[in-house]
């Protein structure tokens, strides 16, 4: 038995890690993800200028509107991702 709250963390954090968890017919998917995933921050933090990989604005550089939008369809995203693996779980330990 896979633990639903487990798949759902894993797929909150590491998008794919929860399916891999899970295993089953989404494995692929989630091996997909989890790599492309790897690659795209790594990519990300290594191409920064800011060493920390995290943008501060400054005075000369307010917030814009995108990064706002960004940030909040990202969360949204790995929320999903997370609703997802936790409903995958429970139907996977339900059968």
Do not use: H
Not at 89 to 95: C, E, I, M, S, T
């Amino acid at each position: 038995m896979k633990n639903p709250i487990v798949a759902g963390a894993l797929n909150f954090f590491l998008p794919g890690a929860g399916y891999v968890y899970i295993g089953g017919r989404r494995k692929k998917f989630g091996i997909i993800l989890l790599i492309s995933f790897i690659i795209l921050y790594s990519g990300a933090f290594l191409t920064s200028s800011n060493p920390t990989g995290v943008s501060q604005p400054g005075p000369e550089q307010p917030i814009s509107i995108y990064d706002q939008v960004g940030t909040i369809a990202a969360f949204l995203l790995l929320f999903s991702f997370a609703y997802d693996g936790y409903n995958e779980a429970l139907r996977k330990r339900r059968a």
